[in-house]
C-alpha cells in the first residue's frame, strides 16, 4: 500500500475518533493540530488525481473508510483505480 495514503488515513482516522470523542481540556488545539498533519498529505495525495471530480470522489471512500463502510484494501483500489492512467 503506498505509504502517504496509509498514513493519511491513520491520521484521519485518529481525527475522526477525537472529534467525536469526549471533549477535555485542548481538544480544539489538538483536532487543528490534526488538520495541520492531514493536510500535507492531502496535498501530497491530491497531486495523483488529474480532476478535482477524482480527488471529490476519493475524498468521499476516506469518510466512508473513516466510519467502517469501506475496508482499507477497497479505499486503496479506488485510490489507484482514480491515480491510474488508462492505457
Do not use: R
Request: charged share 30%; aromatic share 14%; hydrophobic share 30%.
Amino acid at each position: 500500500m503506498d505509504e502517504i495514503l496509509k498514513q493519511y488515513m491513520v491520521l484521519y482516522k485518529k481525527m475522526s475518533n477525537m472529534i467525536n470523542g469526549p471533549d477535555y481540556p485542548g481538544k480544539e488545539k489538538d483536532i487543528q493540530h490534526q488538520k495541520d498533519q492531514i493536510e500535507v498529505y492531502e496535498k501530497q495525495l491530491q497531486q495523483g488525481f488529474s480532476t478535482d471530480y477524482d480527488y471529490d470522489v476519493f475524498a468521499d471512500s476516506v469518510i466512508k473508510c473513516a466510519y467502517g463502510d469501506m475496508t482499507l484494501e477497497d479505499l486503496e483500489a479506488v485510490y489507484y483505480g482514480l491515480t491510474t492512467p488508462f492505457f
